[in-house]
């Protein structure tokens, strides 16, 4: 096998988005905007500017800002090869670009493309494909953001655990309980109520309206090796979400901890 870095991965797709060029990038090329429907980012917003976007406790993925023309085009690169653990030399700079396009009636289209080299191995492809519809639900989430919250500042609540389960049953337990059923149904979340605006087949959206405004991600993770992740990711979009998160994220860890599977 090569173990040279030559061999290419690409991801381009695009969504329509309500708003004009200036709203549009002040969501997917600032920290708050960025926080606000992709992950908990940091930022310096010029060419050259460091960026940070955590994963979680103790992960997270770093980079820096390569390309930058408000409000059409933001382009940044990550290392890739020490997000995945792996030696400096075997994989080059994960390098991302969004590209903002004004169209008329008051929406633009952002085109995202994502690439890099590798050398081929299984575990390469294998992260490529699914990082495809990991991005094509973010980029929903840009949609929705825009749509229902734009410019506002979210606060994260997020809960995971890793249980010893098939994942399809563990996403059959966790539809069941949340009630979640097809697009447009209304839901009651643990306390919280709310509109099912995604269905997959391991994940969903529901925005919420009480009693806390925002959007829910629930989603499962097969792990292989018979565990599975289940998780929560909410952006909150209240004077009141820090309460509502230090109150309710124990309650949504325990909740997936304990949901029945199997039996």
Known sequence: MSTT?????????S????????QVWQAVATA??????????????????????????????????TGWDP?????????WAALM???PEALSP????FLVEAR??????????SSGFGTGADWESEWWAEMGPGWMSFSDNLRLYLTHFPGQAATHLEATVTRSADAKELWSAMSEALGLGEVGAAVEVCGATGTVERAGEDQAM???TAPVPGMLSVFVFDQGEGTAMAGVRAYLFSPDAAAFVQREEPAWRTWLQELPVGG
């Open 32 to 65: 708050q905007g960025l926080s606000a429907w992709f992950l908990p980012t940091e930022l310096e917003e010029h060419e050259g500017g460091s960026l940070h976007f955590s994963m979680g406790p103790g992960m997270g993925s770093d980079g820096r800002v």
């Open 94 to 97: 994960l390098t991302s670009e």
């Open 85 to 87: 653990g792996k030696d």
């Open 104 to 113: 008329s009636g008051g929406t633009c289209v952002v085109r995202v493309t």
């Open 5 to 13: 870095t030559t061999v290419p991965y690409r991801l381009d797709f």
């Open 15 to 22: 969504v329509e988005v309500p708003g004009t060029p200036e």
């Open 206 to 208: 529901v925005r919420l």
């Open 71 to 79: 409000p059409r085009r933001l382009a940044y690169e990550e290392d």
